[in-house]
């Protein structure tokens, strides 16, 4: 999180949470509390100041995924992918396709029982309850310990919870990021701003904030049955934030 006092952006990895902390660098007339790539906000520092604006980012999940797959395949160290090469020690490595192995990187990934190959954090959540990139986001749109991810008993509680106790008064998605944000601060964001008219024109003027995976392009190589499991895993961030269903 990237906490200004007066508003706080919560930073959801692979959002365009780089841009945005960025952006606001430049723009911003105070200088930042605190800043935590991707960590939670406390329930002290929630409590603490309840006038603080929260807004936080989303991405379409199966845009993300594809962003994740390709994060390995360029980056052999990156975190997920040493621990599936060792427990592909065999030579059957996940990524040796290259971008044509998503579908059964995406297949094995999308298991619950396969949360491991994340982070330990998530794991130790109900994971089967809901997908990566709907931990990805609740863990930084609710406020609190960790802990607090893992006492969900039904889907219905997590929405509750999330209505209830969830920061977000804002949602930028990263489809439409420039407009979303151009917008927030037409709304809301303008008198923490130092030039709020500058910083609008150059959301507006500029190309629009593009990540090199398309929703498209991924559907394209996925069979329906693949696409309705990432519904279905990721079904809060289809229900709750309206994104469009694949099939």
Not at 60 to 87: M, N, V
Not at 114 to 136: I, L, V
Not at 176 to 183: E, H, I, K, R, T
């Amino acid at each position: 999180m990237l906490d200004y006092g007066s508003f706080c952006y919560l930073d959801v990895q692979k959002t365009g949470s780089s841009f945005i902390v960025d952006f606001l660098g430049r723009h911003a007339s105070e200088e930042p509390v605190k800043f935590v790539k991707h960590r939670r906000v406390s329930f002290k520092r929630a409590k603490q100041d309840q006038a603080t604006f929260y807004f936080i980012t989303a991405r379409d999940p199966l845009d993300q995924y594809k962003s994740l797959y390709y994060f390995g395949l360029t980056k052999t160290g990156s975190p997920i992918r040493r621990r599936l090469d060792a427990h592909f020690s065999g030579g059957d490595s996940l990524y040796a396709d290259g971008p044509a192995g998503f579908p059964k990187w995406l297949e094995f990934m999308l298991d619950p029982q396969n949360a491991h190959f994340y982070e330990a954090p998530y794991a130790d959540t109900h994971s089967g309850m809901f997908g990566y990139m709907t931990y990805r986001y609740l863990t930084l749109a609710l406020p609190g310990k960790h802990k607090e991810l893992n006492g969900f008993k039904d889907r219905d509680q997590v929405v509750r919870r999330y209505k209830n106790k969830g920061l977000p008064q804002a949602v930028i998605r990263n489809e439409s990021l420039n407009a979303d944000l151009a917008d927030l601060i037409k709304s809301h964001l303008g008198p923490y701003l130092s030039d709020a008219v500058a910083a609008v024109n150059e959301l507006i003027t500029s190309d629009a904030r593009v990540n090199a995976s398309n929703r498209s392009e991924a559907k394209d190589v996925l069979s329906d049955d693949l696409l309705r499991a990432v519904q279905e895993r990721e079904w809060f961030l289809f229900q709750q934030l309206g994104y469009p269903a694949y099939v």
